[in-house]
T-cell receptor, first 113, second 116 residues
Framework: EAQVTQNPRYLITVTGKKLTVTCSQNMNHEYMSWYRQDPGLGLRQIYYSMNVEVTDKGDVPEGYKVSRKEKRNFPLILESPSPNQTSLYFC????????????FGPGTRLLVL | GNSVTQMEGPVTLSEEAFLTINCTYTATGYPSLFWYVQYPGEGLQLLLKATKADDKGSNKGFEATYRKETTSFHLEKGSVQVSDSAVYFCALSEKAGGTSYGKLTFGQGTILTVHP
């Protein structure tokens, strides 16, 4: 089944404790990105990657890192989480920039205390 | 910069009622327009899209027409069902020379609740 998977689905952590949210897609998609969803703000892009080893900042990159060492995986890293990073996070992928339809993972709900 | 504005929610309807969710956008280029739907506890799914002016996207009884003159992409359905209860997001993807920049700019989302 074609899908985007994220782990964990729920996470409670404390300020300053490094964490990684994994994202994997099995569709051989080139383009992957991370969004955060906050009430009243919709979804905002954090980082994106156009292919292996090619990443760039989105609209709200502060406090986040990403890497793209393999085509299928695009982990989101919070080196020192803070309470304002409490949010619902979505990973998305698309075949390429020419194929605009993006496929979303199920989401990761993060609470930073 | 680009932006998408959706009508304020939440929207509550009875089954078989007519649905309209308004969406207007601001973009410097020639965007593609999308409606995504998010069912409770799930990720977003593409509902429909339109890539150029006057295109109509349709799926599952939902429709939206790309109106460049009014910069709008309103979502409509003639008869809603309880199973349509979800959050609906309008979004745009800006393009240049036919190639998407990739990033989706979302509206704030509209919560739809349909009662039997």
């Amino acid at each position: 089944e074609a899908q985007v998977t994220q782990n964990p689905r729920y996470l409670i952590t404390v300020t300053g404790k490094k964490l990684t949210v994994t994202c994997s897609q099995n569709m051989n998609h080139e383009y992957m990105s991370w969004y955060r969803q906050d009430p009243g703000l919709g979804l905002r892009q954090i980082y994106y990657s156009m292919n292996v080893e090619v990443t760039d900042k989105g609209d709200v990159p502060e406090g986040y890192k990403v890497s793209r060492k393999e085509k299928r995986n695009f982990p989101l890293i919070l080196e020192s989480p803070s309470p304002n990073q409490t949010s619902l996070y979505f990973c998305a992928s698309s075949l390429s920039l020419l194929r605009e339809t993006q496929y979303f993972g199920p989401g990761t709900r993060l609470l930073v205390l | 910069g680009n932006s998408v504005t959706q009508m304020e929610g939440p929207v509550t309807l009875s089954e078989e009622a007519f649905l309209t969710i308004n969406c207007t956008y601001t973009a410097t280029g020639y965007p593609s327009l999308f409606w995504y739907v998010q069912y409770p506890g799930e990720g977003l799914q593409l509902l429909l899209k339109a890539t150029k002016a006057d295109d109509k996207g349709s799926n599952k009884g939902f429709e939206a027409t790309y109106r460049k003159e009014t910069t709008s992409f309103h979502l409509e359905k003639g008869s809603v069902q309880v199973s349509d209860s979800a959050v609906y997001f309008c979004a745009l993807s800006e393009k240049a020379g036919g190639t998407s920049y990739g990033k989706l700019t979302f509206g704030q989302g509209t919560i739809l609740t349909v009662h039997p």
